[in-house]
């Protein structure tokens, strides 16, 4: 049974999918204190929030079995992502859920902000008739500019054209193209300074957006120019803005976040030129519906299949890239594992090459896999795909991947080597549709070999009675070979034998193993192997 705690207010229709699956258990909880929630959440293996529950690092600490956070809407700002991803909890997000109501709320806002509807309300509503302090300006013909082309500010930009606004985009990742097919000019951040009636921002909040729009900026904007911010508190300066409206410089704001949530600054929320809502951007009962069932369906996902698509801290793979590279990913944390355990020793360097049709894809899940699996040997942390690269840099080791389009005789060819000062130690394999994945190189020695729980290693001279000796022995200590495998360099030569057993090799009969003339190394493997596959 996986336990989901809910600590702020979510669709329950958009739940569905946790509810109907018997062996989730869904709790919710929207009114812990943050002490409450340290307390709580060691009991969880889920966590799914909206912008209220501060996911802070003395949480993620707490949180002994919590595998997944989950955040029902797009920013993360009030969950410590580096805490989550070194104690290895995958972050996701409902990214695209909750676009449109974030639109059409930056919209209401910006029309509400030119007409003065909040204040002609308040007027109207408290007994005053009073039409000529609410005169407001036309959208039509003015100038807009949008910082951050993301999802919503590619949603705004779009409706905005509705209104005839010419439109400045701004972002890092506008290119000419793109910003000529939508039909607004790419500009740059001093461009919409100087040009923008209005401006509306839809970044992140990050350290390099912190502050974008502070009072340097704001000097250099249009007299008369009109701010609209329905993405995150901070990224407009709050105290820069107010003195900048007090000063009739800017002429009004409308304002849907805020830097401390309730917003503490009264200088803006008491202030007639600047409208503003308590976060509502997402507030819709379409939008609500579709992030909660967005993660909802994410999280059955990974407990199930392992399938993750909106990770936060985990290389993103498409769905149909994650399908292509599925039947690797058990076989390439085996071939690390089966390595680890002849190598005996801590590697330094790891090497990873992918050969054939891998070239073409995104393997960086694959990668995690091996070096999960080479650092789980030895190292005690807790270790998964999510904090794997954290641990690796902890342990200043170094690691490289090269791909390669040459096939190297199979369709596909993954090939891992690790090593130790001077020794070292490479295995490969491949995955045969219909047949399933195979080790096909150790060491140099060529073989074919299917991947099983229980393995024996043995290192020898290629001299007859070999394989008999060691099997009387196993014999002897009720061991039985399920498979055998070798592969020698030139007859005679130095050789390798690997033999599937049925359980796993008392220290005493690898001893007698040991003794036999001509063979000079014999160790136990065990794999993991997932239920299905036994
Ligand atoms: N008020 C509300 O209730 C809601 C607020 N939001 C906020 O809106 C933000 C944007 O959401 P989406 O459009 O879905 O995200 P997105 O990820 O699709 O777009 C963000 C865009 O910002 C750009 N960007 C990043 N740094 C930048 C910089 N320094 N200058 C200019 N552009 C920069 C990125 O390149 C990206 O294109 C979210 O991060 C969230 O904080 C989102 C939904 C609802
Ligand atoms: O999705 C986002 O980034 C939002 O800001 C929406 O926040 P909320 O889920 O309404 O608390």
Redesign the pocket.
Known sequence: MFKVIVTDPISETGLQALHAHQEFDVEQRTNLTPDELIDKIKDYDALIVRSQTQVTREVIQAADRLKVIARA???V?NINIDAATEKGIIVINA?AG??I??TE?TLAMMLSLARNIPQAYGSLTSGRWDRKHFKGVELYQKTLGV???????TEVAKRAKGFQMNILG????LTEDRAKKLGIIKASLDEIAEKADFITV?????A??RG?IDAAYLAKTKKGVRLVN???GGIIDEQALVDAVNSGHVAGAAI??FEHEPPENTGLTNNPNIIVTP????STEEAQEKVAQSVSEEIVEIFTTGAVQHAINLPHISATVQQKIKPYLVLSEQMAELLMQIFQKAPEKIKINYFGELFLEDTGLLTRQMIKALLSYYLDTAINIVNVMQVLKAHSLSYSVQKNAAHKGFTNFIELEISHGDEKATIGCTYLPGFGGRIVSINGYRLDMEPEEYLLYIRHVDVPGMIGNVGSLLGKSHINIGSMYVGRQAIGGEAIMILTVDKPMPETARKEILELPDLHDVQFVKLNVPEDEN
Do not use: K, Q, S
Request: hydrophobic share 35%.
């Open positions: 809407g797009v920013g700002d990214p909750n676009t109501a974030a709320h910082v951050g082309m993301g999802r919503i500010g701004y972002d890092p990742f839809h970044t992140p909040l990050t390099e957006t974008l329905c993405a995150r849907d976040v976060h509502l951007g997402a």
